[in-house]
């Protein structure tokens, strides 16, 4: 089952089973009420290398545990998350700011997905077997791999890293983001009871703390995820050591709506995966191509729902839409509100800031039909903010949605189910769903095209970018 962790302590950095504090300390705010949270440590340059050395030591004997070994600690760490829950998304809420509903999904998911890939074995493959050989494609763990987590959703995030690396073999070391180590740091102090000293470590810092990881010459593998601007960062600083890595980025999803949908049926949900978490979702609708047909319809189906959605503080009863997380992300939101009168966007419906409040909240707002080249249809603005566009020809609209630099996830909404897939097939995403968006699963791969990452997390492909791939040959018949 696990102890039971006291979420409003000082926790440390968890360094091979042992809470280890550290001079400096640093604090998050919540971003509902703009309070300070407790302390948190500052890992210093001293503090990555003995983790790292420890999980380095620790690889040894975990890389050669069965997978059914590892399998079992993983469901008794599920476990004991489990025993701590109620909690952790209290705690979540506070240093994250999503309603507390949102939180709870958050552990529903990070739960089945531990549970997930504890029945995720990567086996041998036999690639080609006759009198005189067999060989074999095997898949041993790289080493020692570090999780570096934004954010949004620190739970799933990271432990969407943890299950694929553990499960595999690997020892693993995660890095929440800044604005938001509590909960992760207590992931680290729940494992001290589950798994063996040094396989699972949590190190919480400042901004140096993410180079001097991605820097270290004894670190196998980086899997982030983040911003494109720090993917980039990442990625150049990873190949001084050639460190395997995987970038989970940056997305501003295009979301096509035919002529023949059920308009009342497909808002609600439509309007709540461009809102929900106020937003700061990678993978929620980002830009909405409307039939021109039904354009007009569509759009004052939304701004009614829109109407019925609550912003506020997480704790309220039915709050869709908390604080913006931090103050920097609220700056580039507002920023983004600000050129609503700026370039003379017309609103279909203006948000915009909650005054009288010291958290960080930002109403929803919806821009209708700007200009293609507004920042609103290019940039991801992750807050709650969207812009409606026309579209009349299939192809146009299949153009303009793959016109971005980005390719995390894009959507079709289709009665006609044969329309539908063809024209998902021609979208250039790393998910794409017809009538739907932002579906996720443990067993399938999650990953963008083009700037929006490399590689893919979950699923066996996921789980694979945290192993080596081994030929082995075998003659059978030469002694
Ligand atoms: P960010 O890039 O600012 O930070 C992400 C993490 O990287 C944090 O832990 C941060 O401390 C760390 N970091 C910062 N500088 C670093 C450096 N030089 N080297 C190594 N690590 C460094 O991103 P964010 O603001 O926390 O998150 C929001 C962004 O993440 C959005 O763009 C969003 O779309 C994206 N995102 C992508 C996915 C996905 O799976 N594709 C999921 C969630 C969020």
Same mark, same amino acid.
């Given at each position: 089952m696990g102890v039971k962790v006291d979420v409003t302590k000082y926790p440390g950095n968890v360094i091979n089973n042992k809470l280890v504090p550290t001079a400096a300390t640093r604090h998050s705010v919540n971003? @509902?009420?703009?309070k300070a949270l407790y302390e948190v440590p500052v890992a210093t340059q001293q503090d990555v290398d003995t983790a790292v050395k420890h999980a380095r030591d620790a690889f040894r004997a975990w890389s050669q545990t069965t997978f059914s070994e590892r399998a079992n600690l993983l469901l008794a760490f599920a476990d004991a998350i489990e025993a701590n829950r109620e909690d952790m998304e209290k705690l979540l809420v506070q240093e994250q700011g999503k309603p507390l509903s949102l939180a709870k999904t958050e552990f529903d998911m990070t739960l089945i997905w531990l549970r997930a890939f504890a029945t995720m074995e990567i086996k041998d493959e036999v690639l080609d077997e006759n009198d005189e050989r067999i060989v074999y494609q095997t898949f041993p763990p790289l080493g020692v791999c570090c999780g570096i987590v934004p954010w949004n959703w620190p739970v799933l995030l990271g432990m969407g890293k943890l299950g694929p690396a553990l499960i595999t073999g690997n020892t693993l070391i995660i890095k929440p983001s800044p604005f938001t180590p509590y909960c992760d740091l207590k992931l680290g102090e729940i494992g001290m009871s589950v798994f063996?000293? #040094?396989?699972f470590q949590v190190l919480s810092g400042g901004d140096d703390l993410g180079p001097m990881l991605t820097e270290h /010459? *004894? %670190? *196998?593998k980086i899997s982030f995820t983040g911003s494109i601007f720090t993917g980039k960062k990442v990625m150049e600083s990873c190949a001084k050591t050639l460190k395997r890595v995987t970038l989970e980025l940056g997305g501003n999803d295009p979301a096509i709506i035919c002529e023949d949908v059920d308009i009342e049926k497909i808002v609600p949900k439509l309007a709540t995966l461009v809102f929900l978490n106020s937003g700061q %979702?990678?993978?929620?609708?980002?830009?909405y191509y409307v039939h021109e047909k039904i354009y007009d319809q569509f759009r004052d189906a939304m701004v009614e729902f829109t109407k019925s959605i609550k912003t506020g503080d #997480?704790? $309220?009863? !039915?709050?869709t839409v908390g604080p913006i997380q931090n103050s920097m992300q609220y700056e580039k939101v507002k920023d983004m509100y600000s050129e609503i009168s700026k370039c003379s966007w017309k609103t279909a419906f203006e948000g915009g800031v909650k005054e009288a409040t010291n958290g960080f909240f930002i109403t929803p707002a919806i821009i209708d039909?700007? /200009?293609? !080249?507004?920042r609103i249809v290019t940039e $991801?603005?992750? #807050?709650p903010i969207v812009p409606l566009l026309k579209w009349s020809n299939e192809d146009d609209a299949i153009e303009r949605a793959n016109n @971005?630099?980005? #390719?995390?996830g894009a959507s079709v909404w289709c009665k006609d189910l044969k329309r539908g897939e063809r024209i998902a097939r021609q979208l250039s995403a790393g998910s794409v769903w017809v009538n739907s968006h932002f579906d996720v699963a443990p067993n399938v791969p999650f990953g963008g095209h083009k700037w929006s990452g490399i590689g893919s997390e979950w699923g066996t492909t996921g789980l694979k970018s945290y192993c080596n791939s081994r030929s082995l040959w075998v003659w059978k018949n030469v002694m």
């Open positions: 971003p @509902s009420t703009g063996p000293p #040094g396989v /010459p *004894d %670190i *196998d %979702i990678c993978m929620l609708v980002k830009r #997480g704790f $309220e009863p !039915d709050v039909n700007p /200009p293609e !080249d507004s $991801e603005p992750f #807050g @971005s630099k980005t #390719g995390l």
